[in-house]
């Protein structure tokens, strides 16, 4: 079986600032992608970041960046010059590869101080 | 704005009702994806359907069931509800069924609440 774990419930950053949101996995299977999607307010789900496990190089996207470990089963988010609108719930998420549906994490709510 | 759309945004209705969600997904999307999100349970994939055909099952129960018609669209419906069905009901789309995991994309929710 799957399972995705996010050990920080809450956490908060100044704005400007940057932050790190942790993920663990666990699966016994060798091609999967990992996933970050937001969860601003307004319920909305909204990709992130993507990342293919057969990929060394770590997924970067503008202000975002993983940091994949696929030995330790690992998968970090890097919000860098976190803004006012970073504001949400972030859930990480994990999927095999030609098995779609997403195995999610508890999420974690990330607030940027003004 | 992801493209999928869920109708309707919200809805409140009693225990022992039948409701039907509605969700179209992005134009050119084959598979749809249902997922349930309350405070319990979190965020659960319930199934999947691609061009017309079920393709995978998750924690769905008995009482709810879906189906996706031929211009793609799908509706989620639930019945004999319970108060714990009461949750953020998301559909997500995609490109793809199988052989690489494509990303889906979500739409904005149906909130249901049952009383």
């Known amino acids: 079986a799957q399972t995705v774990t996010q050990s920080q419930p809450e956490m908060s950053v100044q704005e400007a600032e940057t932050v790190t949101l942790s993920c663990t996995y666990d699966t016994s299977e060798n091609n999967y992608y990992l996933f970050w999607y937001k969860q601003p307010p307004s319920r909305q789900m909204i990709l992130v970041i993507r990342q293919e496990a057969y990929k060394q190089q770590n997924a970067t996207e503008n202000r975002f960046s993983v940091n994949f470990q696929k030995a330790a089963k690992s998968f970090s988010l890097k919000i860098s010059d976190s803004q006012l609108g970073d504001t949400a719930m972030y859930f990480c998420?994990?999927?095999?590869?030609?098995?779609?549906?997403?195995?999610f994490g508890t999420g974690t709510r990330l607030t940027v101080i003004p | 704005d992801s493209g999928v759309t869920q109708t309707p945004k919200h809805l409140i209705t009693a225990t022992g009702q039948r409701v039907t969600l509605r969700c179209s997904p992005r134009s050119g999307d084959l598979s749809v994806y249902w997922y349930q999100q309350s405070l319990d349970q979190g965020l659960q994939f319930l199934i999947q359907y691609y061009n017309g055909e079920e393709r995978a099952k998750g924690n769905i129960l008995e009482r709810f069931s879906a189906q996706q018609f031929p211009d793609l669209h799908s509706e989620l419906n639930l019945s004999s509800l319970e108060l714990g069905d009461s949750a953020l009901y998301f559909c997500?789309?995609?490109?793809?069924?199988?052989?690489?995991?494509?990303?889906?994309?979500f739409g904005p929710g149906t909130r249901l609440t049952v009383l």
């Open positions: 998420a994990f999927s095999l590869t030609g098995a779609n549906n997403l195995f």
């Open positions: 997500a789309s995609s490109s793809r069924t199988s052989g690489t995991t494509d990303t889906q994309y």
